[in-house]
C-alpha cells in the first residue's frame, strides 16, 4: 500500500535518494566504455535495458501493462516521442563523459528542474510567484553568462536539459506505470538497436564479443544501470513528499560535478564559477520557495 504523498516513509526516502546516487555516479561506469563507440554503448543501453526490464516485469507478471500501454495508439505515438528524447538524452551524455565534458553534463542536470518549470507554464499553462521567476532569471542569466564567457552556448547542458525535461513532459501526460513505460519504449526502438548491432557486427566494428570479457559485462550491466534507477524513483516518489524530491534531484548533477573536478581532472575556474554559482543560487531560491509552499500547505 503506498503511503499518502505528504507522509516521509523511509524506505521511499532511501529508494529515490540511491536512484539519484546511481545517476551521479554513471560518469564513472560510462568512462570505463571510452573505447566503444558511442552509438554502440547507446544501442546496448537500449537493447539490455528493454531485456532486463521485461524480464522483471516477466517476474512479477505485470507484462500486461506493457501490451495495454502498446494497444492504445494515443499512448503508442506518446511513447515513441519519448523513446525518441530518452534515447537522444543518452546519446548526447555519452558523448559528454566521452569528450571529458563532465562538468557540462553535470550543467545540463542543474539546469533541467528550472526548464522543467518554463515548460510548464509554456505547455501546461502553469502559473508562477514572483520568487519562482526570480529563479528562473539568475539561472537563464548563468547560462547566459556561460555562453558569452565560453564564446558558444553549453550546447550539450543544454540538449540534455531539453530532451530530458521534454522526456518527462511526455511521461506526464502518459498514464502508464514508470517500468511498463521503459519497457515500452525500448521494446518500440528495439528492432532498430538490435538491427544497428547486427549491421557492426557484419561490418566488422562491433564491441561485443570482439574486445573483452569486461566490455562485454561492462555494455550488458547498462541494462539494469538504466532501469533499476528509475524503478527506484518511481518506488520513491509515490511515499514522500514531492517537495522532497525537488531537493533529492540535485543529488545527481551534485555528484557528477565533483567527479569531474576531483577525479577527472576537468578545469572549473573563473567564469565556470560565476555562471554555476548563478544557477545553484536560482536553484536554492526555488527550492526553498518550494518547501515553504509544501509547508504552509501542510498546516
Avoid at 167 to 192: C, H, M, N, Q, W
Amino acid at each position: 500500500m503506498n503511503l499518502p504523498s505528504d507522509r516521509m516513509d523511509p524506505r521511499g526516502l532511501t529508494a529515490a535518494a540511491g536512484a539519484f546516487f546511481i545517476w551521479g555516479l554513471l560518469p564513472l561506469y560510462l568512462k570505463q566504455l571510452q573505447h566503444v563507440p558511442i552509438l554502440q554503448v547507446t544501442a546496448h543501453r537500449l537493447v539490455w535495458g528493454c531485456l532486463f526490464a521485461l524480464a522483471w516485469l516477466a517476474i512479477r507478471k505485470e507484462l500486461s501493462g506493457v501490451r495495454e500501454a502498446l494497444s492504445n495508439p494515443g499512448v503508442r505515438w506518446r511513447l515513441i516521442a519519448s523513446a525518441a528524447l530518452i534515447t537522444a538524452n543518452w546519446t548526447t551524455y555519452i558523448f559528454g563523459i566521452a569528450a571529458n565534458r563532465v562538468v557540462e553534463t553535470s550543467l545540463g542536470y542543474f539546469i533541467n528542474p528550472l526548464l522543467n518549470v518554463v515548460l510548464g507554464v509554456v505547455v501546461l499553462s502553469e502559473r508562477l510567484n514572483a520568487i519562482q521567476w526570480t529563479a528562473v532569471a539568475l539561472a537563464a542569466g548563468g547560462v547566459g553568462y556561460l555562453t558569452w564567457s565560453a564564446g558558444h552556448p553549453p550546447w550539450i547542458a543544454l540538449t540534455l536539459a531539453f530532451s530530458f525535461g521534454l522526456y518527462g513532459l511526455v511521461r506526464k501526460v502518459v498514464r502508464v506505470d514508470a517500468l511498463a513505460g521503459f519497457a515500452s519504449e525500448t521494446l518500440l526502438l528495439l528492432p532498430i538497436g538490435v538491427g544497428y548491432l547486427i549491421w557492426c557486427q557484419l561490418v566488422g566494428t562491433a564491441s561485443l564479443g570482439h574486445v573483452s570479457l569486461t566490455t562485454d559485462a561492462l555494455l550488458a550491466l547498462g541494462g539494469p544501470l538504466t532501469a533499476i534507477p528509475l524503478v527506484l524513483f518511481a518506488f520513491g516518489a509515490r511515499r514522500i513528499p514531492y517537495s522532497t524530491i525537488g531537493l533529492l534531484q540535485y543529488i545527481g548533477p551534485t555528484i557528477q560535478l565533483l567527479l569531474a573536478v576531483l577525479v577527472f581532472h576537468e578545469p572549473f575556474a573563473g567564469p565556470r564559477v560565476v555562471g554555476f554559482s548563478l544557477i545553484w543560487t536560482a536553484l536554492a531560491i526555488y527550492a526553498a520557495d518550494g518547501v515553504w509552499r509544501s509547508r504552509r500547505a501542510a498546516l
